[in-house]
């Protein structure tokens, strides 16, 4: 009986580690000026976010290629009161914009940067997680279509890319903080224009078309496009939410990489993914009134759990 019982033990931990998945790495650099405990936060969210809705090497071809060459995704992160951040990486050509988190690249590879501001720190420190549910996003949306070493302003159309990032980053820190970063910045008037989204929608295309100021702030007006576009998605289909939210956060993706380089291929993409036409779901849109974001947002049960798994 133990002989049986310890082949069987045996048999076991060779199952587990033959199905064991490699993800892809990545590296941490972080300033000497940030707090200890928000470091241990951050490193928190991407063991989550990355057991949640991975990035590894059953991904595609082209992500189990980055892995196998053992090049980790750096991600560089640094307090606001720092002018001056990682002056040694300038004479490898790592460049940083210094206003901003995004993701960044230089033709042959990308890093992720995050700037991280101190008020937030004192007054809305679930913010400053969001920027980094945020922006992992944008590479697993990088991942999935095959494109991790191309620019994201690159990317059609924009109210999906950033509208994606920006309602899963508020679906995260609402489910982990119990704090809504969304909401306030739709329902603020200032931050975008209603009647630009709802009767020019193709200005949200792209980035020059449709800026952050005025168009665009915090991307609250993609935003409202894309949860209008899932509000629809659940109707025309008769689908769920969650089942809604995964074909925008995953299989629209997965779909895209067919014509990576294809910017034009984006609305093939669409219509074969979500069963409805760009110009349909403009149509749709156009109908929508400000009274209409109470019942498009996200609901508050939904976690990411119900949408990846």
Sequence with gaps: MKKILIIFIAL??????????????FKYNFHENLPKKWITEFKNIMNIVQEEFPIDENTNNIVKLAISRNEPFNIYLWLDTNKDPFPE?????????????????????????????????????????????????????????????????????????????????????????????????????????????????????????????????????SSFMLLAFVNELQKKNNISEEEAFELVFREYWIQRSKQAFDNNYWRVAFSNTFGMTVPEFYKRLSKYKRKDLKKILPSKTLKIQDIFN
Excluded: C
Aim: charge should be positive; aromatic fraction near 14%.
């Design 12 to 25: 076991a931990f060779y199952s587990t580690s033959a199905l064991a998945v490699e993800k892809m790495k």
């Design 89 to 221: 990486f300038k004479k490898h050509g790592i460049k940083f914009i210094m206003n901003e988190s995004a993701i960044m690249g230089d033709g042959n590879k990308n890093w992720m940067q995050l700037k991280v501001h101190k008020q937030d720190l004192r007054e809305n420190i679930s913010m400053s997680y969001y920027v980094v549910v945020h922006e992992y996003f944008h590479i697993y949306q990088q991942a999935l279509s095959k494109l991790l070493r191309k620019s994201l302003s690159d990317y059609n159309p924009k109210w999906l890319v950033e509208g994606g990032a920006t309602v899963l980053g508020n679906i995260y820190t609402r489910q982990y903080y119990g704090k809504d970063t969304l909401k306030n910045d739709i329902q603020d008037r200032k931050r975008w224009k209603f009647k630009k989204v709802t009767k020019e929608p193709h200005l949200y295309e792209k980035h020059k078309t449709s800026p952050h100021k005025g168009y665009d702030s915090n991307y609250a007006g």
